[in-house]
T-cell receptor, first 112, second 113 residues
Framework: QKEVEQDPGPLSVPEGAIVSLNCTYS??????FMWYRQYSRKGPELLMY????GNKEDGRFTAQVDKSSKYISLFIRDSQPSDSATYLC????????????FGAGTRLFVKA | GAGVSQSPSNKVTEKGKDVELRCDPI?????LYWYRQSLGQGLEFLIY????????KSGLPSDRFSAERTGGSVSTLTIQRTQQEDSAVYLC???????????FGNGTRLTVT
């Protein structure tokens, strides 16, 4: 079993839809949770960064962390064609220089 | 140039040749990571450098892979006797302190023919 599980998709939605992306994990020591967006032939860019459980909102994006269920989510409201990309969840223990573990990424297509 | 810089952006090599991939992290960032991303796959951790500490090499897939970081800044990932399964995008990232999120370069796309 992988430490971080993420459905690779692809996920196709119409413009304006609400998108829900999810990851589950097995390591209860993870404390820092991130979502990255990756366009074709580019490096991943940080979208959201949260510590421990709870919600964080930034514009059209909301990240949720449920440590009791070992489950994290990213919601995208009013999705746009420019949101079409691969979304990677990532997490780390965060202290002592522990490495960041990534999910496989979910490919999202937003149709105009 | 405030971001992580990687070179070359693309590299095509013949099976059995050695290759060197370069990473210039963000100035002042103390930690540097190398990841590998195969087609349709997530990011696979390779190696991590933090300050003057011994690097964490636990992700290197074989002894053909090595990396060094000179002067606490630029890093080089070397792959000896390349194999076709080494074909992937090699991504470098840096952070300014432990617990911070990674900042990635655009990667080097390696193709072994």
């Amino acid at each position: 079993q992988k430490e971080v599980e993420q459905d690779p998709g692809p996920l196709s939605v119409p413009e304006g839809a609400i998108v829900s992306l999810n990851c589950t994990y097995s390591n209860s020591a993870f404390q820092y949770f991130m979502w990255y967006r990756q366009y074709s032939r580019k490096g991943p860019e940080l979208l959201m960064y949260t510590y421990s459980s709870g919600n964080k909102e930034d514009g059209r994006f909301t990240a949720q962390v449920d440590k009791s269920s070992k489950y994290i989510s990213l919601f995208i409201r009013d999705s746009q064609p420019s949101d079409s990309a691969t979304y990677l969840c990532a997490m780390s223990e965060g202290t002592g220089g522990f490495k960041t573990i990534f999910g496989a990424g979910t490919r999202l297509f937003v149709k105009a | 140039g405030a971001g992580v810089s990687q070179s070359p952006s693309n590299k095509v090599t013949e099976k059995g040749k050695d290759v060197e991939l370069r990473c210039d992290p963000i100035s002042g960032h103390t930690a540097l990571y190398w990841y590998r991303q195969s087609l349709g796959q997530g990011l696979e951790f390779l190696i991590y450098f933090q300050g003057n500490s011994a690097p964490d090499k636990s992700g290197l897939p074989s002894d053909r892979f090595s990396a060094e970081r000179t002067g606490g800044s630029v890093s080089t990932l070397t792959i000896q006797r390349t194999q076709q399964e080494d074909s992937a995008v090699y991504l470098c990232a840096s952070i300014d302190r432990v617990g911070s999120p990674l900042h990635f370069g655009n990667g080097t796309r390696l193709t072994v023919t």
